[in-house]
């Protein structure tokens, strides 16, 4: 192969590769996005078919009462077969090209993997079929990964659902992803006209995509919620403060914090809750399925690496969700939401004693009257 020269070694392995599964050798400067090779046979077959189609349109026109035969005429029949097929592989190999072209773009100069025969018959199979734009780049950063030493590999399981991705399913699993890795957990978000935060449990595309195999429902009743660098703990929305009224919450008053905040230290340091104070509180929620972390690992640059970072960046790749306000907004939204089930919710970050040990210390306290937060950390 010739033309590989001063193609780096990744290349080498995506063309090999390629050319054992298709049978055609391919020559890098050859593969190239759709309209810009002049495919002289490939025009001259479609024009072909186009006329055929105008044959036989003029045809049932002409002959309306011949219609019926001229449509199953078994020699019209093999004709048109023929020319869909023509067409229908020419769309195909028109999309494997691109998807290949790509590829071999945003392949780098690191070391190469061998990629199985059999997965690469599947992803040919696969990709083929793929005509939108933006899930054909999805498609190629897939191929250019899976033959890199060090990328996340992509299973044909995986392949095999990615296959049924629709463009804007796409797009809602992006930003499940950036829910995920921000806020630790994929959940309903208000949009407040803003698209680009807006998540809902119950959408067509969310649901779609659980019957796909990217995400799974979990509706759980829990004590708590872990979340990215925190914790939201449910406590019954009583404190005994009131002894003339014990059903009354007193979520704003001092003898509320007095009362109830150094019960709640006690128990989120691991005391027994003697008076039943944790409340188990349903939660709606989504989490990914190991076909959702391979595909994240392709959308999301380091998406490892974030989801164990510390402290979480400010990262392009998160999209609004890198932003600290609006990460303190949905928190609140959902501290509202479980507000509105009878629970009081505390938030808990996490802090490390002596040992290096972490436990969760609460911090602050979700006032629904107000729908904003009160500090306890002094309490």
């Given at each position: 192969?010739?033309?590989?020269?001063?193609?780096?070694?990744?290349?080498?392995?995506?063309?090999?590769?390629?050319?054992?599964?298709?049978?055609?050798?391919y020559?890098?400067t050859?593969?190239?996005?759709?309209?810009?090779?002049?495919?002289?046979?490939?025009?001259?077959?479609?024009?072909?078919?186009?006329?055929?189609?105008?044959?036989?349109e003029?045809?049932?026109?002409?002959?309306k009462?011949?219609?019926?035969?001229i449509?199953?005429?078994?020699?019209?029949?093999?004709?048109?077969?023929?020319?869909?097929?023509?067409?229908?592989?020419?769309?195909?190999?028109?999309?494997?090209?691109?998807i290949?072209?790509?590829?071999?773009?945003?392949?780098?100069?690191?070391?190469?993997?061998?990629?199985?025969?059999?997965?690469?018959?599947?992803?040919?199979?696969?990709a083929?079929?793929?005509?939108?734009?933006?899930?054909?780049?999805?498609?190629?950063?897939?191929?250019?990964?899976?033959?890199?030493?060090?990328?996340?590999?992509?299973?044909?399981?995986?392949?095999?659902?990615l296959?049924?991705?629709?463009?804007?399913?796409?797009?809602?699993?992006?930003?499940?992803?950036?829910?995920h890795?921000?806020?630790?957990?994929?959940?309903?978000?208000?949009?407040?006209?803003?698209?680009?935060?807006?998540?809902?449990?119950?959408?067509?595309?969310?649901?779609?995509?659980?019957?796909?195999?990217?995400?799974?429902?979990?509706?759980?009743?829990?004590?708590?919620?872990?979340?990215?660098?925190?914790?939201?703990?449910?406590?019954?929305?009583?404190?005994?403060?009131?002894?003339?009224?014990?059903?009354?919450?007193?979520?704003?008053?001092?003898?509320?914090?007095?009362?109830?905040?150094?019960?709640?230290?006690?128990?989120?340091?691991?005391?027994?809750?003697?008076?039943?104070?944790?409340?188990?509180?349903?939660?709606?929620?989504?989490?990914?399925?190991?076909?959702?972390?391979?595909?994240?690992?392709?959308?999301?640059?380091?998406?490892?690496?974030?989801?164990?970072?510390?402290?979480?960046?400010?990262?392009?790749?998160?999209?609004?969700?890198?932003?600290?306000?609006?990460?303190?907004?949905?928190?609140?939204?959902?501290?509202?939401l479980?507000?509105?089930?009878?629970?009081?919710?505390?938030?808990?970050?996490?802090?490390?004693?002596?040992?290096?040990?972490?436990?969760?210390?609460?911090?602050?306290?979700?006032?629904?009257?107000?729908?904003?937060?009160?500090?306890?950390?002094?309490?």
């Open positions: 192969m010739e033309d590989l020269a001063g193609l780096g070694k990744i290349a080498e392995v995506i063309l090999d590769k390629v050319a054992a599964a298709t049978g055609t050798l020559e890098p050859k593969v190239r996005r759709l309209g810009r090779a002049e495919a002289d046979v490939k025009v001259e077959l479609i024009l072909k078919t186009a006329a055929a189609e105008l044959e036989a003029d045809m049932r026109r002409r002959h009462a011949e219609l019926k035969t449509e199953h005429d078994p020699k019209q029949l093999r004709e048109r077969a023929g020319q869909r097929l023509i067409t229908q592989e020419i769309k195909r190999q028109e999309n494997l090209e691109v290949v072209h790509d590829a071999l773009a945003e392949a780098g100069d690191g070391d190469p993997r061998a990629i199985e025969d059999d997965w690469m018959e599947a992803f040919i199979q696969y083929q079929n793929i005509s939108s734009d933006g899930v054909r780049q999805l498609w190629s950063r897939i191929l250019s990964t899976q033959a890199t030493e060090g990328c996340p590999s992509i299973s044909k399981a995986t392949l095999d659902a296959r049924l991705l629709e463009p804007h399913q796409a797009a809602t699993f992006q930003r499940a992803l950036q829910l890795v921000a806020m630790g957990q994929i959940m309903d978000v208000d949009p407040h006209g803003d698209e680009e935060i807006s998540f809902n449990v119950n959408a067509l595309e969310s649901l779609a995509l659980e019957d796909i195999g990217f995400l799974k429902r979990m509706q759980e009743k829990e004590a708590g919620l872990g979340l990215a660098g925190y914790t939201f703990s449910f406590w019954q929305p009583y404190a005994q403060v009131f002894k003339d009224q014990p059903e009354k919450i007193a979520w704003n008053t001092g003898e509320y914090l007095r009362e109830m905040i150094p019960r709640i230290k006690r128990i989120t340091a691991g005391d027994y809750d003697v008076d039943g104070l944790r409340k188990q509180t349903p939660i709606d929620r989504y989490v990914l399925t190991s076909r959702g972390y391979e595909l994240g690992s392709i959308l999301l640059d380091g998406f490892y690496d974030l989801m164990q970072a510390d402290v979480l960046p400010k990262d392009a790749k998160l999209g609004r969700y890198s932003d600290q306000s609006v990460r303190d907004n949905v928190l609140a939204h959902w501290a509202g479980f507000s509105e089930k009878g629970s009081v919710v505390v938030l808990n970050r996490f802090d490390r004693d002596a040992n290096g040990k972490s436990k969760p210390v609460p911090e602050r306290l979700f006032d629904p009257q107000k729908s904003d937060w009160t500090d306890i950390s002094g309490y």
